[in-house]
């Protein structure tokens, strides 16, 4: 299942000549649809030659719907997918930066490169500005740090907004991208040729107009239609790697190793406690909190847990370990990190500590084995933009 | 302005933004993450400040997340990436008999003042991307291809930005 591994499934040659191709892929292209040529680009803002528009929301509907589809039908595992993530301010104000000095120089970075490499001065000039405003922001970053940090809101997705599928969100992407695709013939006719923009001009010059559009919708329904995987669904695709870690009981932990755990200063640790309010009231672990089995599964929930410090353990704590389990499997699944079962439940931890003053008296019992390992998140931040 | 025979053999619009997004899928698809530009650049710029003043990289907080001690910032699959672009863009142009020594610019100014714009744009478009943590590529194109709230946000604003200075520019370019 998707995305790959490429280092731990190919090997490390793999894991540098994949970026390379995909590079010669991403370069090709480019220079393909004219983004090599400054004046093209320029001509988007002058409304004569809508190339860029068209060029790049072509691409993100179709690499969306194709990801979102992928996703749908357990292809690919959208929570290890890389999203940018969320600097509202700064992203709204570097973006308009970039703006000016899209209309001033004539390229972005990435179509420079391609401009360089046809030996267009300007691109090579422009890829020189390029690292000069680059080295000028490292010198200066460290005066407003703290306005380039504001606004974070970490992976934070459309469909997270809006609070509907995925789906039905590229269903509205496509849609719009669309109804933009007709503005930007429209305009091109109008402003470019200084014709008269009609519809049935637009149709007949280009016999895919039809075809495409239909096929890319039909798919985002599709999308829609199936769902994205909930959590039953990414239990099954991931079974195969986390089913071994119930059978050889290598994630329900001793009790005395929660109760050294929570007193550990160096680790952080989440008891969650799945009983329900009236169980929990009667008694409870130390500095544990009550969630609904179901209130785990949200979005905003998981976002927190998968947010956590990768020196936090979370331990899931119920009467036996059967709710307990179930919860796990859900939180594992959705890739959060560090999640333990208490073993034998609430019931055992009586049995160890039969009163409060006995859990602080914890001294070295070798009757058990120690089982928690902290894993490092893969993946903190992607260095490239 | 000389008369532009190539406008015409740039492939289809349309055509080249689904191969543009198998690319990008692919790139998803094959190292979870989508393509980029400027984050390289980032890098082989730190990789030459390093060389020249090593020091510095480490005493720079910003420098230092990418280059500092004994990290090297060109290990880095972006770079090969950037290289991969390069080279994708010298075939693309080969075959097509695009690649020439040449400067693209507007009838009304001359090469110069074509080179200046260039040089100024590059540089607020570099400060700018690193602000927005990402390019077009990075962060419009498969930042908008992950539906990420904050790329779309940025996406708007680049084109908001350019339209909004457009027209004063119009001379330069037409």
């Known amino acids: 299942m998707g995305p790959l591994n490429l280092t731990a499934e190919w090997g490390t040659l793999a894991s540098w ?24 680009l320029a001509a988007q803002f002058y409304l004569k030659d809508l190339t860029v528009l068209k060029v790049m929301f072509t691409a993100i509907i179709v690499a969306a719907v194709l990801l979102g589809l992928s996703s749908a039908l357990g292809l690919i595992d959208f929570d290890h997918v890389w999203v940018n993530p969320t600097y509202l301010v700064p992203g709204i ?19 420079s490169v391609v401009a360089s490499a046809t030996l267009k001065l300007d691109g090579l000039v422009f890829l020189g500005g390029v690292a000069a405003g680059v080295f000028a922001f490292g010198e200066t970053a460290g005066f407003f740090d703290g306005f380039w940090r504001s606004t974070a809101m970490g992976r934070f997705t459309l469909p997270d907004l809006l609070g509907v599928d ?8 496509v849609a719009m991208a669309l109804f933009m695709f007709a503005l930007a013939e429209a305009a091109e006719a109008w402003f470019g040729r200084g014709e008269r923009p009609r519809l049935s ?4 010059r280009r016999p895919m107009a039809i075809g495409a559009p239909v096929l890319l919708l039909a798919l985002a329904l599709t999308t829609a239609a199936i769902g994205q995987p909930d959590a039953e669904d990414r239990w099954e695709m991931h079974e195969a790697e986390l089913g071994p870690k119930l059978a050889d009981r290598s994630v329900f932990v001793h009790p005395r190793e929660v109760a050294e755990l929570l007193a550990d200063t160096q680790v952080y640790t989440l008891v969650l406690d799945v009983r329900d309010e009236s169980a929990f009231n009667l008694f409870h672990l130390p500095s544990s909190r009550r969630v609904a089995p179901a209130g785990l599964e949200t979005p905003e929930s998981l976002k927190l847990l998968k947010s956590a410090p990768d020196n936090e353990v979370i331990f899931i704590v119920s009467e036996g370990e059967g709710g307990a389990t179930e919860a796990w499997k859900i939180l594992a699944a959705s890739g959060v990190q560090n999640v333990y079962v208490l073993e034998g439940g609430i019931s055992r931890w009586r049995e160890v500590f039969p009163s409060a003053a006995d859990v602080s008296t914890h001294s070295d019992h070798p009757d058990f084995e120690r089982k928690v390992k902290l894993i490092k998140k893969a993946k903190a931040a992607k260095g490239c933009g | 302005m000389k008369s532009d025979g190539n406008v015409e053999r740039y492939v289809n619009p349309y055509l080249g933004g689904t191969l543009l997004g198998l690319v990008l899928f692919a790139a998803f698809a094959l190292t979870s993450e989508g393509l980029g530009a400027s984050g390289a650049i980032n890098r082989v710029q730190t990789a030459v400040v390093k060389v020249v003043a090593g020091g510095h990289v ?6 230092a997340e990418t280059a500092g001690g004994s990290r090297n910032p060109l290990a880095h699959p972006s770079v090969l990436m950037l290289a991969g672009t390069l080279v994708g ?6 075959l097509h008999g695009r690649v020439r020594a040449e400067i693209r ?11 200046l714009m260039a040089f100024a744009g590059g540089a607020i478009m570099g400060f ?3 602000m927005a943590r990402g390019c077009t590529s990075g962060q419009a194109l498969s930042g908008g291809a992950v539906l990420s709230v904050g790329s779309w946000a940025f996406m708007f604003a680049v084109f908001g930005g350019a339209y909004a200075l457009a027209y004063s520019l119009r001379r330069y370019w037409n």
């Open chain 1, 17 to 40: 000549l994949t970026p390379l191709a995909i590079g010669i892929g991403f370069g090709a292209v480019l220079e393909m649809s004219g983004f090599g040529d400054s004046r093209k």
């Open chain 2, 58 to 63: 480490d005493r720079n907080g910003y420098f």
């Open chain 1, 93 to 111: 104000v570097g973006g308009l930066v970039m703006g000016v000095g899209f209309i001033v120089g004539g390229f972005c970075p990435g179509t």
């Open chain 1, 201 to 204: 001009a637009i149709l007949s």
């Open chain 2, 89 to 94: 863009g010298l075939l693309s142009g080969l």
């Open chain 2, 105 to 115: 610019k507007g009838p009304r100014i001359s090469a110069t003042t074509r080179l």
């Open chain 1, 166 to 173: 995925a789906g039905w969100v590229l269903v509205g992407v």
């Open chain 2, 128 to 130: 700018g991307a690193r």
